[in-house]
T-cell receptor, first 115, second 111 residues
Framework: NAGVMQNPRHLVRRRGQEARLRCSPM?????VYWYRQLPEEGLKFMVY????????ESGMPKERFSAEFPKEGPSILRIQQVVRGDSAAYFC?????????????FGSGTRLTVV | SQQGEEDPQALSIQEGENATMNCSYK?????LQWYRQNSGRGLVHLIL?????REKHSGRLRVTLDTSKKSSSLLITASRAADTASYFC???????????FGTGTLLAVQP
């Protein structure tokens, strides 16, 4: 039973390009969460999704960022027109039920570098 | 900011010693969790303590929770070099959707 799979592990983008980060939850998990970690900081919540629905996007920047979790396939975090400040590690977690009390499993993260 | 704080920010000990890390948070909670993160890697869940619990053990880990002081501590006994990592506490902030992470403690265990 594979864990939460994120790809790519490392992503380099030039300013103004688009970044697409993928997350495949654990088998049987239908809840996905995206977090961002800036250097030397803790993780900050971005968005919580269930299949085909965004449940809570209170941590997402209003512009340039979007997330989806389609009926088929992985969850995608999309960052348009990236800027240097978007450089961070982006972690995905999944759970079988809603919320951390059901147990989160984190992926290994995607490290985005904007040059 | 709802983000909690941990202290110390960094801790260096010798192998075999005990390591204690503290976490303070700001809101009411349903539970508090501790995670470990090795350099450049993802987070590994260590232990969860519910708001109605005061202490919990898992192997060499001991977690305490004081909801009146909004604080928790993580004790690692008989530390090993492999325990070298960053340790984060995380609360649910009384909500059900997300975790609020502390700023982390960087633990270095010298062999």
């Amino acid at each position: 039973n594979a864990g939460v799979m994120q790809n790519p592990r490392h992503l380099v983008r030039r300013r103004g390009q688009e970044a697409r980060l993928r997350c495949s939850p654990m088998k049987g998990h239908s809840h996905v969460y995206w977090y961002r970690q800036l250097p030397e900081e803790g993780l900050k919540f971005m968005v919580y999704l269930q299949k085909e629905n965004i449940i809570d996007e209170s941590g997402m920047p209003k512009e340039r960022f979007s997330a989806e979790f389609p009926k088929e396939g992985p969850s995608i975090l999309r960052i348009q027109q990236v800027v240097r400040g978007d450089s961070a590690a982006y972690f995905c977690a999944s759970s079988p039920g809603g919320g951390p009390a059901h147990g989160y499993t984190f992926g290994s993260g995607t490290r985005l570098t904007v040059v | 900011s709802q983000q909690g704080e941990e202290d110390p920010q960094a801790l260096s000990i010798q192998e075999g010693e005990n390591a204690t890390m503290n976490c303070s948070y700001k809101t009411s909670i349903n539970n508090l969790q501790w995670y470990r993160q090795n350099s450049g890697r993802g987070l590994v869940h260590l232990i969860l303590i519910r708001s109605n619990e005061r202490e919990k053990h898992s192997g060499r880990l001991r977690v305490t929770l004081d909801t009146s002081k909004k604080s928790s501590s993580l004790l690692i006994t008989a530390s090993r070099a492999a325990d070298t990592a960053s340790y984060f506490c995380a609360t649910d902030g009384g909500a059900t959707n997300k975790l609020i992470f502390g700023t982390g403690t960087l633990l270095a265990v010298q062999p």
